[in-house]
């Protein structure tokens, strides 16, 4: 079974200030991840899918990179809405199964 | 955009069976989707628990397996879970969600406690 390593636990970053989320695979699930945003009392919003693709509505800010076992999520310029919980997610061919990273939080300084 | 919504009891006594509906709108189950259920205890992360396919076939999270029963009922446009033998490990947030390598669609989500 796939497991997902996130890095840092917490980022701790001001307003305007450029952020790098890092999720690692323990093997390679080539391009087939995904990363959600999520805020307190909120489901899940998916954000980037496939490593580099934002999903609908998800602002130019984020970016996604990475490929084979080592992926980064980066924020160019936090805004205040941005401050929120990041998960990395990928799906296994065999066993068909979905694994999630345990998260970064992003929190204002 | 396809909406869900989950609904089912909010308290489950231990040992017994959880069972959650989602319902969908916006659009019919039986377009090739996979329908999955995620839960969340409080404070922690991400679980994915299953999957089913609008042709029946599911897949399980192996840790949850023996437990775990999803289904799908086309002429309600909504899928169910049922989780057996449940224990106070078990209260979470619950999702329904829509996706097959990653989740598009979620509903808000549903607190399970499971408590005597």
């Known amino acids: 079974e796939i497991v997902l390593t996130q890095s840092p636990a917490t980022l701790s970053l001001s307003p305007g200030e450029r952020a790098t989320l890092s999720c690692r695979a323990s093997?390679?699930?080539?391009?087939?991840l995904a990363w959600y945003q999520q805020k307190p009392g909120q489901a899940p919003r998916l954000f980037i899918y496939d490593a580099s693709n934002r999903a609908t509505g998800i602002p130019a800010r984020f970016s996604g990179s990475g490929s084979g076992t080592d992926f980064t999520l980066t924020i160019s310029s936090l805004e205040p809405e941005d401050f929120a919980v990041y998960y990395c997610?990928?799906?296994?061919?065999?066993?068909?199964?979905?694994?999630f990273g345990p998260g970064t939080r992003v929190d204002i300084k | 955009q396809v909406q869900l919504q989950e609904s089912g009891p909010g308290l489950v006594k231990p040992s017994g069976t959880l069972s959650l509906t989602c319902a969908v709108s916006?659009?019919?189950?039986?377009?090739?989707?996979?329908w999955s259920w995620v839960r969340q205890p409080p404070g922690k992360g991400l679980e994915w628990i299953g999957e089913i396919y609008h042709s029946g076939s599911t897949n399980y999270n192996p840790s949850l397996k023996s437990r775990v029963t999803i289904s799908i009922d086309k002429s309600k446009n909504q899928f169910s879970l049922k989780l057996s033998s449940v224990t106070a490990a078990d209260t979470a947030v619950y999702y329904c969600?829509?996706?097959?390598?990653?989740?598009?669609?979620w509903g808000q989500g549903t607190l399970v406690t499971v408590s005597s």
């Open positions: 093997q390679s699930v080539s391009s087939y």
């Open positions: 916006g659009g019919s189950i039986s377009i090739s989707n996979w």
């Open positions: 969600a829509r996706g097959g390598l990653n989740l598009q669609d």
């Open positions: 997610q990928q799906r296994s061919n065999w066993p068909p199964v979905f694994t």
